[in-house]
């Protein structure tokens, strides 16, 4: 899967074909394995999973935290766009299919990106399900954080406090 920013296939190819050069390497002699990088994620199975959720597992990896006088309203911005996030990726109209990026400012010199976005085979009430697990993930692990991912193996949850995604794909 490419990160639903990305022109395709320039700006997804190079990264499908690094992850499946590498998966072997990273995870030889195994039945499944799922790897993720910046613009691509790569999951195969001895089974069938398609329009599935599977994996239980979440990889969370937090940043820098975001200094004390922002903290509340950061806080406050954060959960606010990704709500917003969450109705955009699933509300049937998003293109690509269950994906959703954007922006909001917690004060002139900070800002939240964030992107959610599911395996485009799932059905609309299985995204909505996993990535509102993300959303609620993030008062527990991901705190005050100024960056965090979450990844599950059917969709993933992504935040920065600098522009991480492509605009121009967004914008089309």
Request: aromatic share 12%.
């Amino acid at each position: 899967m490419c990160r639903g920013d990305l022109e395709l296939p320039q700006g997804c190819s190079p990264c499908i074909q690094h992850a499946v050069s590498e998966i072997g390497k990273l995870c030889p002699y195994t039945k499944n394995a799922a790897v993720f990088y910046d613009h691509s994620y790569l999951h195969y199975d001895n089974e069938s999973f398609k329009g599935k959720m599977v994996g239980e597992d979440v990889t969370r990896y937090n940043i820098d935290n975001i200094t004390k006088v922002n903290r509340e309203k950061f806080y406050k911005v954060r959960e606010k766009l990704f709500s917003e996030l969450l109705v955009e990726a699933t509300n049937g109209t998003s293109s690509p299919k269950f994906f959703a990026a954007g922006e909001d400012s917690v004060s002139s010199d900070l800002s939240v990106f964030g992107l959610l976005q599911c395996i485009a085979d799932l059905a609309t009430k299985q995204c909505k399900t996993c990535l509102d697990y993300h959303v609620k993930s993030l008062t527990k692990h991901a705190g005050f954080s100024a960056g965090f991912l979450s990844i599950g193996y059917s969709c993933f949850l992504r935040y920065e406090n600098k522009l991480f995604y492509t605009i121009l794909r967004l914008s089309n």
